[in-house]
């Protein structure tokens, strides 16, 4: 027989202080989560995507670059897929810009209206945009395309979150 007997008082003791424990543990775990995501998530931003574009090939014609990356929602994982206008401006520096128009989220593409060419141009409510996707003026947006941060990873470019072009 052990020496080391347990009363039913300690007995109900320990077992009340592991559930509680447990209890506060899964109310506590939540909490902490929420108060360092935000944490997480400026990790998740800096994240840079790879093209297959390479940077040699890049000209100072825009061109579509499409990418794809595995986007996590909850428990739903699925393959997104993002699209820039990729050029290099007159300085050979690489412009990369969201297609997406800031009236009202339609498509722009390149030198698409044959009365404005060597523009940016949305169909839907004819905005347009210039080279350097500042919106020309009396359009319909009201500001410029957003602008993809990149990166050259062994020659090839790499993009990361389309940012709101800052103002020079
Ligand atoms: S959505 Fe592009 S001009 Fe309206």
Same mark, same amino acid.
């Given at each position: 027989?052990?020496? @080391?007997?347990?009363? =039913?008082?300690?007995? #109900?003791?320990?077992?009340?202080? *592991?559930? *509680?424990?447990?209890?506060?543990?899964?109310?506590?775990?939540?909490? /902490?989560? !929420?108060? $360092?995501?935000? /944490?997480?998530?400026?990790?998740?931003?800096?994240? !840079? $995507?790879?093209?297959?574009?390479?940077?040699?090939? $890049?000209?100072?014609?825009?061109? =579509? /670059? +499409? !990418?794809?990356?595995?986007?996590?929602?909850?428990?739903?994982?699925?393959?997104?897929?993002?699209?820039?206008?990729?050029?290099?401006?007159?300085?050979?520096? $690489?412009?990369? #810009?969201? &297609?997406?128009?800031? @009236?009202?989220?339609?498509? /722009?593409?390149?030198?698409?209206?044959? +009365?404005?060419?060597?523009?940016?141009?949305?169909?839907? @409510?004819?905005?347009?945009?210039?080279?350097?996707?500042?919106?020309? &003026?009396?359009?319909?947006?009201?500001?410029?395309?957003?602008?993809?941060?990149?990166?050259?990873?062994?020659? !090839?470019?790499?993009?990361?979150?389309?940012?709101? =072009?800052?103002?020079?």
């Amino acid at each position: 027989m052990s020496k @080391h007997r347990v009363s =039913r008082r300690q007995f #109900l003791s320990y077992t009340l202080t *592991g559930v *509680g424990g447990f209890m506060a543990a899964g109310m506590l775990m939540p909490m /902490v989560r !929420f108060a $360092i995501d935000p /944490v997480l998530k400026v990790d998740e931003a800096g994240d !840079f $995507i790879a093209t297959s574009k390479k940077v040699a090939d $890049i000209t100072s014609e825009p061109e =579509r /670059v +499409d !990418f794809s990356f595995k986007q996590k929602d909850a428990w739903y994982e699925s393959e997104v897929t993002n699209t820039a206008w990729v050029y290099k401006d007159d300085n050979g520096k $690489i412009v990369a #810009l969201s &297609p997406v128009c800031k @009236h009202l989220g339609c498509v /722009v593409n390149w030198n698409a209206s044959e +009365d404005h060419p060597n523009e940016f141009f949305c169909p839907c @409510h004819a905005g347009r945009y210039y080279k350097d996707g500042v919106n020309v &003026p009396n359009t319909p947006p009201m500001k410029p395309l957003d602008v993809y941060p990149y990166k050259e990873k062994d020659g !090839f470019l790499y993009l990361g979150k389309a940012q709101p =072009r800052k103002e020079a």
